[in-house]
């Protein structure tokens, strides 16, 4: 049994090794907003709160199931709401869900672990993992799942290729993003300048494929000059910091890439306390970045459909929990989308996240 | 005498008419000028009252929705002694424990946060420190009531009180909280009359928490900004700080050509604003529709009093005149009966003198006008030995002879009009049938005469005459009459006849 497992793991690894991401990529549809359309239009269909359970019929009446995310923010707060949408809903027919939505108060790919080492062998029907660090992560959730636990992956980190976590839902496009928002920053310096790049926590495959993505994106022009890389760890205040430090590094800093959702925020508040006209693109749609987009303080955001990836995590999670494996009923990758938008979006996204135009 | 009275009465009836018209002018007038000025006061009475109004409205809102928190708050207390008297020991205990308590008291999202600020709830166990700002804190010192805004743009309230000493599963729990959707508080506050009348719950910063629309501005709009172009600098400054330190207020603004008047109060505890609006133009048409049925009142009972008043000025004047003509009746009446009594003889009931004078006035007139050219007979009848009877039987006597006189004149006489002249003197004036009966009745009255000298009964002479065309008077008949008279009294005395000789 064990050298079926190591083979299946062979194979795997050599498979993700040789593929190229690409070839990931293609299994999923990856919709990002083209730069050039930069139309208040983008905003309709970026989040969508309309969701119902499609025509599955669960096995069970109870589930009780366990997800871990990377660090307690407001972010995967609204991935929270979608999986409360769904548990309400499989409530009216019936059917009882439990669960634990859990993460520490800094990102920790040592303590995720420890979390999971706590509860794999509890009665849990599924284990959900935002992965912290594809790199500490996936061992674990393979030895899980040799273990006998149903283990899937959500929200914006997939385990590393190969893993054999069962199924994913989330961002399957964190490098496309990166890259998508860097692309918009280079066209506005018209592709010439310094440039700073701020990335979450160390580790996290959705903030280091948005990295690498940023700096591919970078490389392709020459007058475009990456002076800094920086992680703040999830925190607006270390953002904050570390945009002050840059920009006395760099006081003609022409542009900040922020990849996560505490980046855009710390950035946008240093930069307006020092008067700077850098430019920043940034992910997410926390409401102080997205009423800095409104200012013009912020050029761009990439806004994630959070809400979805918690509705249909919690939907794949049943239908793992009942021992159905990705084909007909989920795919292995459930894609959430994100969306680019500007200042002309930003006073409808607030409307239509948080309900109060500016 | 009958034309002052007629003066008199024209004179009544002309100022009861002037009068009453005078009197319905003035209150027509009154009335026209009361109901303008009522018009003319309403602008005012509208401001005023719809402010009250509107105040009231907001007051009671707002305490209603503190009546909310504090219930809730109550509630959490007793789900609290509850879950701490329930010996819980696992999730799955606390769990059913919290679905119990939240269905038994009714409570939305009722939740346990343990010291780690993971919350606990029916249905789920997360890490809850970045979705709750009340558990920014290590510890919870006091009842907290907070707005969320909600990704999805849900917004709740937010109602949490410190746990001190709860312990379950051997970790000590900080705070329980309960969760409620704004929009089943506005569904709670709703007004019956949506459509005139609004309502909408504010931040302090003037966005809109209750998604209701405030008349003009929409549900989702910032109630500072959208009200910003239609009011004065001074009125928006007000406005702003007004919402910013809590203080009740209310404005009048214009928006698309009506008049609005808003209303707002604080919210107790919440920092909330409630704001209440009312088109002022809906005022005014219920000012105008219970004016104009005012007015419509006011009409009627001016055509009911004019009415009850012409009815009243014509029963009035029936029944003066109806007196009047009683009055005149009774005069007449009087004054035949005066001119009756003037004109009889109180002892024999006949005609007296006074009336034959009259009578002898009228008849000359028609004789003198040609009118009366014959057919007209003056008898002159005189009785005999009154005064004998006077002198020797008395006054009394004296007068039964008189009245056994006229009985025998009238019962002879009875087509004629006899008269008592004098103390023993009838005139009998025949006309028509007693003219042409006369012959027969002089003697038939000389033969009674005459047998009553033998049987000692009253004795009348009767001299009688004629007009002929040559009578200028009535007088000229009479003196022929009487002339004859005095024969026939010889001719009785003739035969035994008293006489006073």
């Known amino acids: 049994m064990k ?91 019936g059917i009882t869900i439990t669960y634990e939505y859990m993460a520490p108060e800094a990102a920790s790919a040592e303590d995720q672990k420890d979390r999971l080492a706590r509860v ?14 594809e790199e500490i992560i996936s061992p674990v959730i393979d030895e899980m799942i040799d273990e006998g636990c149903k283990v899937m992956t959500f929200s914006s980190s997939d385990a590393a290729k190969g893993c054999k976590r069962i199924a994913y839902v989330g961002n399957t496009h964190n490098y496309q993003d990166g890259a998508d928002l860097t692309q918009a920053l280079c066209e506005k ?3 010439k300048g310094k440039v700073a790049i701020l990335v979450g926590s160390v580790g996290a495959p959705c903030h280091e494929d948005r990295a690498r993505g940023a700096k591919d994106t970078l490389a392709k022009y020459p007058d475009m000059e990456t002076v800094a890389v920086e992680y703040d760890m999830d925190s607006i205040e270390n953002a904050y910091n570390l945009t002050l430090d840059i920009l006395d590094k760099t006081p003609d800093l022409a542009g900040i890439i922020c990849c996560n959702m505490s980046n855009p925020v710390g950035a946008a508040r240093a930069i307006t306390e020092r008067g700077s006209d850098t430019v920043i693109v940034g992910m997410d749609h926390d409401e102080e970045a997205l009423r800095y987009l409104n200012d013009g303080v912020i050029y761009c955001l990439g806004v994630q459909d959070c809400f979805s990836i918690g509705f ?40 239509l996240l948080y309900g109060d135009i500016l | 005498m009958t034309n002052d009275k007629e003066r008199i009465s024209k004179g009544f009836v002309s100022t009861a008419i002037i009068g009453s018209a005078l009197v319905m002018v003035i209150l027509v007038v009154i009335t026209v000028w009361a109901s303008r000025t009522t018009v003319s006061t309403t602008d005012d009475a509208v401001a005023a009252v719809s402010s009250f109004y509107l105040e009231a409205m907001a007051d009671y809102r707002a305490r209603t929705v503190n009546n909310l928190i504090n219930n809730n708050f109550e509630h959490m207390e007793v789900a609290l002694n509850v879950i701490k008297d329930g010996n819980i020991s696992s999730q799955e205990e606390l769990r059913n424990s919290l679905g119990n308590t939240k269905k038994l008291l009714s409570l939305n999202r009722f939740a346990l946060v343990d010291e780690d600020n993971i919350v606990y709830t029916q249905y789920t166990t997360y890490t809850g420190g970045s979705r709750y700002d ?41 705070a ?45 709009n910032n109630i500072l900004e959208k009200t910003k172009d239609h009011i004065s600098a001074a009125s928006w400054e007000k406005l702003s700080a007004d919402f910013e330190e809590g203080k009740e207020g209310n404005l009048t603004l214009v928006w698309d050509g009506t008049q609005e008047t808003l209303c707002y109060a604080p919210v107790p505890n919440t920092g ?138 009238c019962e002879h006489f009875t087509h ?9 003197e009838f005139v009998v004036i025949l006309q028509d049938r007693g003219y042409d009966k006369m012959d027969e009745t002089l003697a038939s009255i000389n033969r009674e005469v005459e047998e009553n000298i033998e049987k000692g009964k009253v004795v009348v002479a009767v001299g009688h005459s004629v007009l002929t065309g040559e009578d200028e008077q009535i007088h000229d008949v009479f003196e022929r009459a009487d002339s004859m008279m005095y024969k026939r009294k010889q001719e009785l005395k003739a035969m035994g006849a008293k006489t006073r000789e």
């Open chain 2, 176 to 220: 329980c909280f309960v969760m409620i959707d704004i929009k089943d508080i506005s569904n709670l506050l709703l007004l019956e009359d949506q459509g005139t009348t609004y309502f909408a719950l504010y931040t302090k910063t003037g966005g809109n928490l209750s998604d209701t629309d405030l008349g003009p501005i929409k549900a989702g």
């Open chain 1, 189 to 191: 310096l018209d592709y």
């Open chain 2, 416 to 424: 004629g009009a006899v008269f008592r002249i004098g103390g023993d």
């Open chain 2, 272 to 409: 909330w604003m409630m704001a209440i609006l009312i088109h002022e133009n809906v005022i005014h048409e219920q000012f105008r529709e219970m004016s104009e049925s005012n007015h419509l009142t006011s009409r009627i009972l001016i055509m009911v009093t004019l009415f009850s008043m012409a009815l009243f000025a014509t029963i009035l004047l029936l029944q003066s005149r109806k007196a009047s003509r009683a009055r005149l009746e009774s005069e007449m009446e009087n004054s035949r009966m005066f001119k009756s009594m003037a004109n009889t003889d109180s002892l024999t009931g006949v005609r007296n003198k006074h009336a034959y004078s009259e009578y002898e006035s009228k008849i000359n007139d028609k004789i003198r006008s040609g009118e009366l050219k014959d057919r007209l007979a003056v008898l002159v009848c005189d009785i005999n030995g009154l005064k004998i009877v006077n002198d020797t039987q008395g006054h009394a006597a004296g007068d039964k002879l008189i009245k056994d006189a006229c009985d025998l004149i």
């Open chain 1, 120 to 133: 794999k062998n509890a009665d849990y029907d599924i284990i959900g993992v935002d992965v912290a660090d």
């Open chain 1, 3 to 93: 050298m079926v497992r190591k083979t299946a793991f062979f194979l795997t690894a050599v498979i993700a090794f040789i593929l190229p991401l690409s070839s990931c990529s293609e299994k999923v549809s990856v919709q990002p907003v083209p730069v050039e359309e930069k139309s208040t239009n983008s905003v309709i269909g970026a989040v969508d709160f309309a969701h119902e359970l499609d025509s599955y019929v669960p096995k069970k009446d109870t589930y009780n199931f366990y997800f871990t995310y990377k660090i307690v923010h407001p972010w995967w707060d609204a991935v929270a709401l979608g999986m409360e949408e769904a548990q309400r809903q499989y409530l009216e027919k």
């Open chain 2, 134 to 174: 009340f558990l920014s804190s290590d510890k919870l010192n006091e009842r907290v009531v907070s707005t969320i805004n909600m990704y999805g743009s849900s917004k709740q309230l937010c109602l949490a009180i410190p746990t001190d000493g709860l312990v379950i599963m051997g970790k000590p729990f900080k």
């Open chain 1, 312 to 351: 249909d995590t919690l939907q794949v999670a049943v239908k793992i929990a009942d021992g159905n494996l990705p084909g007909d009923l989920y795919p292995e990758l459930t894609n959430e989308i994100t969306t680019i938008i500007y200042k002309e979006d930003a006073a409808q996204m607030l409307e």
